[in-house]
């Protein structure tokens, strides 16, 4: 099955900072989010990428469905923004699965 | 308000006893989902659906059921939990266009399950 990789785990910002956190995966897909979860455990949809780029505010994301990896920008850091940030795809074919990465962990102090 | 509902939020409850979750949604979606979470691991699918009475297993079904009777809800069965079945859950559910253009998954807001 498809293998999803994020990087780097563990992130910890100054209020302020931008970052860059980056999603690999093993083979194509049709289906590709971004999501935050918060410190009280929901899960935020932030973006839909399957291919291309989107911006949604401070936040922005990129995926370049060819070379098999998606990128998520955080600009101008929030204490807000900390939380775990995850990566999920799926590829329609035969199965209708979803794989999630293990996470990348961000800490923004003010 | 579009939402996807699970109920209970919590449980503690003890090694054996059989157990419902309940997963509802409101916007009309074929593809319903469960997730379990767990440290280190992310999140992983048990199982899913894409229509009523159509269900598949995802990566870690073992000890779990589940059914889709009606298209809005997706319960998920724990016909005889055991402690390594503690777990933060998730429920999710997204349209499936036959495109496969836009089939963004929305999640419920979790139940957190302790099996003692």
């Known amino acids: 099955g498809i293998q999803v990789e994020q990087s780097p785990p563990d992130l910890i910002l100054q209020e302020g900072a931008n970052s860059t956190l980056r999603c690999n995966f093993s083979?194509?897909?049709?289906?590709l989010q971004w999501f935050h979860q918060n410190p009280w455990g929901q899960l935020i949809n932030l973006f839909y990428?399957?291919?291309g780029t989107k911006q949604n505010g401070r936040l922005s994301a990129t995926t370049v469905a060819t070379e098999r990896y998606s990128l998520l920008y955080i600009s101008s850091s929030q204490t807000t923004d900390s939380g775990v940030y995850f990566c999920?795809?799926?590829?329609?074919?035969?199965?209708?699965?979803?794989?999630f990465g293990t996470g990348t962990r961000l800490k923004v102090l003010a | 308000e579009a939402q996807v509902t699970q109920n209970p939020r919590y449980l503690i409850t003890v090694t054996g006893k059989k157990l419902t979750v309940t997963c509802s949604q409101n916007?009309?979606?074929?593809?319903m989902s469960w997730y379990r979470q767990d440290p280190g691991l992310g999140l992983r699918q048990i199982y899913y659906?894409?229509?009523?009475?159509?269900?598949d297993k995802g990566d870690v079904p073992e000890g779990y059921k589940v059914s889709r009777k009606e298209k809005r809800n997706f319960p998920l069965i724990l016909e005889s939990p055991s402690p390594n079945q503690t777990s933060l859950y998730f429920c999710?559910?997204?349209?499936?266009?036959?495109?496969?253009?836009?089939?963004?998954?929305?999640f419920g807001p979790g139940t957190r399950l302790t099996v003692l």
């Open positions: 999710a559910s997204s349209l499936i266009l036959a495109s496969s253009s836009y089939n963004e998954q929305f």
């Open positions: 083979d194509s897909v049709n289906n």
């Open positions: 990428i399957p291919s």
């Open positions: 999920a795809v799926a590829s329609f074919s035969g199965t209708y699965k979803y794989i």
């Open positions: 916007m009309n979606h074929e593809y």
């Open positions: 659906s894409m229509n009523v009475e159509v269900t």
